[in-house]
């Protein structure tokens, strides 16, 4: 990773745009839990912001990708995989993709109102499971298992592409859940940061 000029620390934010979008139009998903991330809200348009990045490494034009991907996401770790989908969606990309969200609850599950669209412009498959739902019909609840994954992942599963993104306990949960599913090492790529 190269070293910016403008970094201080480490912050937790992520593009969670297109990379297909108009020049100079970033989104950005920001949690905050610091000084600086609670200052952004009080930023005004046309204030000056130094934009560095991004540094992920995960391509989707890799052939390893190119049979469809599946992509596991909790709390705010879901805002690279929006990156993903969003610029899949505006390529018309229509390769499979399984995308398993984890959060607590209704109230924090983040970008609900952009998955309708997006399940019509790819070939998205979207489940969600909360942990603790506040609907006693919400039709996942708990965790991301191996089981729910089997359920609902094709038969050709371990040729598929997994990117993975979430704090440390998620992490590890998913690194159980392939290993159990025999997808091999090879056909993952996670995305660790410590501030999820």
């Known amino acids: 990773m190269a070293k910016s000029p403008f970094i201080i620390s480490r912050n937790p934010f ?3 745009g ?3 979008a108009p020049e100079g139009k970033l989104r950005f998903s920001i949690k905050a839990v610091g000084d600086f991330t609670k200052k952004i809200p009080a930023l005004k ?3 000056r912001v130094f934009v560095d990045g991004p540094y992920g490494a995960f391509n989707t034009n890799l052939p390893i990708t190119q049979k469809g991907m599946v992509l596991l996401a909790g709390g705010i770790g879901l805002a690279p995989m929006m990156s993903v989908l969003n610029t899949l969606a505006d390529r018309g990309d229509k390769r ?5 969200y984890g959060d ?14 997006l399940e019509k412009r790819m070939n998205l498959e979207f489940v969600q499971v909360l942990e603790k739902p506040q609907r006693a019909d919400c039709p996942c609840k708990g965790y991301i298992t191996k089981d729910l994954m ?3 992942l094709p ?8 990117f993975i993104c979430g704090p440390k306990p998620m992490l590890a949960a998913m690194d159980r859940n392939l290993a159990a599913l025999e997808v091999p090492a090879s056909q993952i790529k ?3 940061y410590d501030m999820a």
């Open 14 to 16: 992520s593009i969670s």
């Open 18 to 20: 297109s990379a297909e």
């Open 45 to 47: 348009p046309g204030d």
């Open 96 to 100: 499979p993709v399984y995308l398993f």
């Open 104 to 117: 607590l609850c209704e109230d924090t599950a983040l970008y609900q109102q952009e998955f309708a669209s």
């Open 150 to 152: 089997a359920s609902i």
């Open 155 to 162: 038969e050709n599963y371990k040729e598929l592409f997994y």
């Open 190 to 192: 996670v995305e660790r």
